[in-house]
Protein backbone atom coordinates (compact mmCIF):
# COMPACT_ATOMS: atom_id res chain seq x y z
CA UNK A 1 0.00 0.00 0.00
CA UNK A 2 1.22 3.77 -0.66
CA UNK A 3 2.11 5.74 1.90
CA UNK A 4 -0.59 8.12 0.73
CA UNK A 5 -3.31 5.61 1.16
CA UNK A 6 -2.24 4.31 4.57
CA UNK A 7 -5.26 4.77 6.71
CA UNK A 8 -8.07 5.50 4.30
CA UNK A 9 -9.86 1.91 5.31
CA UNK A 10 -9.69 3.62 8.93
CA UNK A 11 -11.15 7.13 7.63
CA UNK A 12 -14.24 5.42 6.39
CA UNK A 13 -17.20 4.48 8.60
CA UNK A 14 -17.93 0.92 8.86
CA UNK A 15 -21.50 1.10 8.82
CA UNK A 16 -21.48 3.43 5.24
CA UNK A 17 -23.60 6.03 6.46
CA UNK A 18 -22.79 8.82 3.97
CA UNK A 19 -22.00 12.33 5.01
CA UNK A 20 -24.32 15.15 4.37
CA UNK A 21 -22.56 17.88 1.37
CA UNK A 22 -23.93 21.41 2.06
CA UNK A 23 -22.99 24.30 -0.07
CA UNK A 24 -23.85 27.62 0.72
CA UNK A 25 -25.39 29.48 -2.40
CA UNK A 26 -23.87 33.15 -0.95
CA UNK A 27 -21.04 34.08 1.29
CA UNK A 28 -21.20 33.16 4.98
CA UNK A 29 -20.25 35.39 7.85
CA UNK A 30 -17.70 34.19 10.30
CA UNK A 31 -19.68 34.65 13.54
CA UNK A 32 -22.42 32.57 12.05
CA UNK A 33 -20.12 30.05 10.45
CA UNK A 34 -18.20 29.26 13.63
CA UNK A 35 -21.51 29.27 15.82
CA UNK A 36 -23.31 26.95 13.16
CA UNK A 37 -20.38 24.27 13.10
CA UNK A 38 -20.33 24.15 16.86
CA UNK A 39 -23.83 23.27 17.00
CA UNK A 40 -23.61 20.90 15.01
CA UNK A 41 -20.30 19.21 16.09
CA UNK A 42 -22.07 19.12 19.85
CA UNK A 43 -25.21 17.40 18.03
CA UNK A 44 -23.11 15.00 16.51
CA UNK A 45 -21.27 14.09 19.89
CA UNK A 46 -24.85 13.55 21.49
CA UNK A 47 -25.89 11.41 18.67
CA UNK A 48 -28.72 13.95 17.50
CA UNK A 49 -27.60 14.71 14.32
CA UNK A 50 -25.63 13.10 11.27
CA UNK A 51 -22.33 14.21 9.64
CA UNK A 52 -21.43 16.74 7.86
CA UNK A 53 -19.24 18.36 5.06
CA UNK A 54 -20.29 22.20 4.53
CA UNK A 55 -18.77 24.46 1.21
CA UNK A 56 -19.00 28.26 2.16
CA UNK A 57 -17.05 31.45 1.16
CA UNK A 58 -16.53 34.39 3.31
CA UNK A 59 -16.34 37.80 2.95
CA UNK A 60 -12.75 39.36 3.26
CA UNK A 61 -11.59 38.34 6.97
CA UNK A 62 -8.33 37.18 9.28
CA UNK A 63 -8.98 34.51 11.66
CA UNK A 64 -6.34 33.73 14.59
CA UNK A 65 -5.73 30.12 15.93
CA UNK A 66 -4.75 29.39 19.03
CA UNK A 67 -0.78 29.65 18.45
CA UNK A 68 -1.68 33.26 16.71
CA UNK A 69 0.74 35.64 17.48
CA UNK A 70 0.04 39.27 17.76
CA UNK A 71 2.74 40.53 15.79
CA UNK A 72 1.86 38.03 12.67
CA UNK A 73 -1.05 40.71 11.96
CA UNK A 74 0.53 43.29 9.91
CA UNK A 75 -2.73 45.33 9.16
CA UNK A 76 -4.95 44.75 11.89
CA UNK A 77 -7.11 47.49 10.52
CA UNK A 78 -7.55 46.00 7.09
CA UNK A 79 -10.21 43.69 7.68
CA UNK A 80 -12.31 41.99 10.75
CA UNK A 81 -10.35 39.33 13.15
CA UNK A 82 -11.99 37.04 14.38
CA UNK A 83 -10.86 34.38 17.13
CA UNK A 84 -11.06 30.91 15.55
CA UNK A 85 -10.55 28.44 18.63
CA UNK A 86 -8.95 26.09 16.01
CA UNK A 87 -5.05 25.11 16.06
CA UNK A 88 -2.62 26.81 14.37
CA UNK A 89 -1.42 31.24 13.77
CA UNK A 90 -3.24 33.58 11.35
CA UNK A 91 -4.97 33.27 7.98
CA UNK A 92 -7.13 34.91 5.51
CA UNK A 93 -10.43 33.75 3.75
CA UNK A 94 -12.39 35.34 1.60
CA UNK A 95 -14.25 35.37 -2.10
CA UNK A 96 -12.53 32.77 -4.08
CA UNK A 97 -11.64 30.44 -1.57
CA UNK A 98 -13.38 27.62 -1.33
CA UNK A 99 -13.50 26.78 2.29
CA UNK A 100 -14.61 22.93 3.68
CA UNK A 101 -15.67 22.88 7.01
CA UNK A 102 -15.76 19.41 8.15
CA UNK A 103 -18.18 18.00 11.00
CA UNK A 104 -17.15 14.06 10.80
CA UNK A 105 -17.45 11.81 13.87
CA UNK A 106 -13.56 10.01 14.63
CA UNK A 107 -15.25 7.35 16.92
CA UNK A 108 -16.83 5.79 13.41
CA UNK A 109 -13.36 6.99 12.02
CA UNK A 110 -10.56 5.44 13.53
CA UNK A 111 -9.90 7.78 16.70
CA UNK A 112 -6.69 8.83 15.24
CA UNK A 113 -6.18 12.89 14.65
CA UNK A 114 -2.59 12.52 12.77
CA UNK A 115 -4.34 9.87 10.03
CA UNK A 116 -7.39 12.13 10.10
CA UNK A 117 -4.99 15.51 8.94
CA UNK A 118 -3.26 13.11 6.90
CA UNK A 119 -5.94 12.05 5.08
CA UNK A 120 -6.99 15.92 4.97
CA UNK A 121 -3.93 16.27 3.13
CA UNK A 122 -3.79 13.67 0.27
CA UNK A 123 -7.68 14.50 0.06
CA UNK A 124 -6.47 17.98 -1.36
CA UNK A 125 -3.63 16.41 -2.97
CA UNK A 126 -5.94 13.81 -5.02
CA UNK A 127 -8.12 17.07 -5.89
CA UNK A 128 -5.18 19.11 -7.11
CA UNK A 129 -3.86 15.91 -9.29
CA UNK A 130 -7.38 15.85 -11.18
CA UNK A 131 -6.48 19.46 -11.98
CA UNK A 132 -2.94 18.71 -13.17
CA UNK A 133 -1.57 20.47 -9.81
CA UNK A 134 1.31 18.59 -7.76
CA UNK A 135 0.21 19.54 -4.23
CA UNK A 136 2.97 17.87 -1.83
CA UNK A 137 3.25 18.27 1.91
CA UNK A 138 5.89 19.31 4.22
CA UNK A 139 6.86 17.87 7.94
CA UNK A 140 6.28 20.55 10.51
CA UNK A 141 4.20 22.35 7.96
CA UNK A 142 0.78 21.57 7.52
CA UNK A 143 -0.92 22.16 4.43
CA UNK A 144 -0.31 21.49 1.14
CA UNK A 145 2.18 23.33 -0.77
CA UNK A 146 3.05 23.85 -4.67
CA UNK A 147 6.74 24.12 -5.81
CA UNK A 148 7.32 27.12 -7.72
CA UNK A 149 10.58 26.78 -9.29
CA UNK A 150 10.27 29.38 -12.12
CA UNK A 151 10.56 31.80 -8.98
CA UNK A 152 13.95 30.24 -7.31
CA UNK A 153 14.81 26.41 -6.82
CA UNK A 154 13.57 26.57 -3.41
CA UNK A 155 10.32 28.29 -3.92
CA UNK A 156 7.19 27.20 -2.78
CA UNK A 157 3.69 28.42 -1.88
CA UNK A 158 0.95 27.06 -0.03
CA UNK A 159 -1.80 26.38 -2.20
CA UNK A 160 -4.40 25.18 0.62
CA UNK A 161 -4.56 25.98 4.71
CA UNK A 162 -5.34 23.37 7.29
CA UNK A 163 -7.02 23.87 10.61
CA UNK A 164 -9.01 21.39 12.64
CA UNK A 165 -10.11 21.42 15.85
CA UNK A 166 -11.51 17.86 17.42
CA UNK A 167 -13.79 17.74 20.93
CA UNK A 168 -15.55 14.65 21.74
CA UNK A 169 -13.89 12.77 18.92
CA UNK A 170 -15.96 15.30 16.88
CA UNK A 171 -14.26 17.40 14.66
CA UNK A 172 -15.10 21.19 13.08
CA UNK A 173 -13.28 23.87 11.13
CA UNK A 174 -11.01 22.44 8.36
CA UNK A 175 -9.69 23.35 4.94
CA UNK A 176 -9.59 26.50 2.73
CA UNK A 177 -8.55 25.53 -1.05
CA UNK A 178 -6.99 28.83 -2.93
CA UNK A 179 -9.57 29.25 -5.79
CA UNK A 180 -8.99 32.56 -7.35
CA UNK A 181 -8.54 34.93 -4.26
CA UNK A 182 -6.82 38.24 -4.06
CA UNK A 183 -4.09 37.04 -3.18
CA UNK A 184 -2.97 40.53 -2.26
CA UNK A 185 -5.16 40.35 0.97
CA UNK A 186 -2.85 37.85 2.55
CA UNK A 187 -0.28 40.62 2.85
CA UNK A 188 -1.94 41.68 6.42
CA UNK A 189 -0.65 39.03 8.17
CA UNK A 190 2.27 36.23 8.13
CA UNK A 191 0.03 33.38 6.91
CA UNK A 192 0.32 30.43 9.59
CA UNK A 193 3.05 32.08 10.79
CA UNK A 194 5.31 31.16 7.69
CA UNK A 195 7.39 34.54 6.22
CA UNK A 196 10.37 32.24 4.04
CA UNK A 197 7.51 30.93 1.30
CA UNK A 198 3.83 32.34 -0.27
CA UNK A 199 0.68 31.49 -1.23
CA UNK A 200 -0.81 30.90 -4.19
CA UNK A 201 -4.11 29.64 -6.15
CA UNK A 202 -5.43 27.82 -9.01
CA UNK A 203 -5.63 31.31 -10.85
CA UNK A 204 -2.17 32.12 -9.80
CA UNK A 205 -0.61 28.73 -11.91
CA UNK A 206 -2.91 29.52 -14.50
CA UNK A 207 -5.90 27.52 -13.78
CA UNK A 208 -9.23 28.96 -14.37
CA UNK A 209 -11.40 26.85 -12.70
CA UNK A 210 -15.19 27.10 -11.84
CA UNK A 211 -16.46 27.02 -8.17
CA UNK A 212 -18.73 24.25 -8.91
CA UNK A 213 -16.06 22.03 -10.65
CA UNK A 214 -13.69 21.99 -7.53
CA UNK A 215 -17.07 21.33 -5.27
CA UNK A 216 -17.71 18.00 -7.92
CA UNK A 217 -13.87 17.06 -7.69
CA UNK A 218 -13.50 17.53 -3.76
CA UNK A 219 -16.46 15.44 -3.60
CA UNK A 220 -15.44 12.67 -5.60
CA UNK A 221 -12.03 12.60 -3.99
CA UNK A 222 -13.80 12.74 -0.56
CA UNK A 223 -15.40 9.70 -0.85
CA UNK A 224 -12.32 7.70 -2.24
CA UNK A 225 -11.00 8.63 1.24
CA UNK A 226 -13.67 9.14 3.27
CA UNK A 227 -16.62 7.01 2.06
CA UNK A 228 -19.88 7.92 0.66
CA UNK A 229 -21.38 12.05 1.07
CA UNK A 230 -25.23 12.44 0.08
CA UNK A 231 -26.07 14.39 -3.14
CA UNK A 232 -25.18 18.05 -2.16
CA UNK A 233 -27.97 20.72 -1.32
CA UNK A 234 -27.91 24.70 -0.49
CA UNK A 235 -27.98 25.18 2.61
CA UNK A 236 -26.78 28.59 4.97
CA UNK A 237 -25.70 28.07 8.87
CA UNK A 238 -28.85 27.82 10.21
CA UNK A 239 -29.90 24.66 8.17
CA UNK A 240 -26.72 23.03 10.03
CA UNK A 241 -28.82 22.48 13.12
CA UNK A 242 -30.31 19.55 13.73
CA UNK A 243 -33.58 21.16 14.04
CA UNK A 244 -33.69 21.84 10.69
CA UNK A 245 -33.74 18.48 9.36
CA UNK A 246 -37.24 16.04 9.00
CA UNK A 247 -37.01 12.67 10.14
CA UNK A 248 -37.82 11.72 6.41
CA UNK A 249 -34.49 13.82 5.36
CA UNK A 250 -32.40 11.80 8.04
CA UNK A 251 -33.65 8.65 7.07
CA UNK A 252 -33.15 9.35 3.61
CA UNK A 253 -29.54 10.60 4.29
CA UNK A 254 -28.70 7.45 5.90
CA UNK A 255 -30.13 4.87 2.92
Not at 74 to 101: D, I, L, M, N
Not at 174 to 181: C, F, R, V
Amino acid sequence: MAASDQGVSKLMRADGNPVEWLIAPAQVPYPEALAAMKARATAIAEGRANEAIWLIEHPPLYTAGTSAKIDDLKSPGRFPVFEAGRGGQYTYHGPGQRVVYLMLDLRERGRDIRCFVNGLEHWVIDTLAHFNITGEIRDGRVGVWVRQPEKGPLVEAKIAAIGVRVSRWVSFHGISLNISPDLSHYDGIVPCGISDQGVTSFEDLGHIVAMEEIDTVLRQCFTARFGPAALPRPAMGADLAPDAFTKTEEAALCA
